[in-house]
T-cell receptor, first 113, second 113 residues
């Protein structure tokens, strides 16, 4: 079955520290992979996407993610977290003949001053 | 270019009533998908429309229905509301299906009393 697992429900990091949010997926075909961010009461904003090619993808707001096929992972990273990064982050997989996205349960990020 | 718009933003209904939510996609986008977001179940796919045809449907009861108009605007309807239908309903649009990159609206917060 197709699924996305985000093992960490809640992560707290200090401002200025590095961040890595984990995402593992199960998908039959070559996946399209996405990271979205959601601020409270808001919709989802696309941070970055992977379709093919270079396995390290750059996104908005200084985020990057690395696709590792052998580990079925697509972890999100940021070298230095800002207080404004506090939000919930969702990893998603989809594309191809299946037009809908399958989301992980999300990781809530808190940032300590 | 304007983003995805959803109306209304907030809605309060009572059990047994029915509700219609509206979504206007980004100009030029012809594919619209709907998702339900709840704290317990996370983000779940409802259905996807392209060129006024439902292409894909998630695992929801028949009380949930939708349609798409010739201008790509979409509506979803929930009949005989239950308390468990309280959720944030998100609409997403993309230029065409199968590409995977979807742009989300701010959502409609439905509360069923």
């Amino acid at each position: 079955a197709q699924s996305v697992t985000q093992p960490d429900i809640h992560i707290t990091v200090s401002e200025g520290a590095s961040l890595e949010l984990r995402c593992n997926y199960s998908y039959g075909a070559t996946p399209y992979l996405f990271w979205y961010v959601q601020s409270p009461g808001q919709g989802l904003q696309l941070l970055l996407k992977y379709f093919s090619g270079d396995t390290l993808v750059q996104g908005i707001k200084g985020f990057e993610a690395e696709f590792k096929r052998s580990q079925s992972s697509f972890n999100l990273r940021k070298p230095s977290v800002h207080w404004s990064d506090a939000a919930e982050y969702f990893c998603a997989v989809g594309g191809g003949s299946q037009g809908n996205l399958i989301f992980g349960k999300g990781t809530k990020l808190s940032v300590k001053p | 270019k304007a983003g995805v718009t959803q109306t209304p933003r907030y809605l309060i209904k009572t059990r047994g009533q029915q509700v219609t939510l509206s979504c206007s996609p980004i100009s030029g986008h012809r594919s619209v998908s709907w998702y339900q977001q709840t704290p317990g179940q996370g983000l779940q796919f409802l259905f996807e429309y392209f060129s006024e045809t439902q292409r894909n449907k998630g695992n929801f009861p028949g009380r949930f229905s939708g349609r798409q108009f010739s201008n790509s605007r979409s509506e979803m309807n929930v009949s005989t509301l239950e308390l468990g239908d309280s959720a944030l309903y998100l609409c997403a649009s993309s230029q065409v299906p199968d590409v995977g990159e979807q742009f989300f609206g701010p959502g409609t917060r439905l509360t069923v009393l």
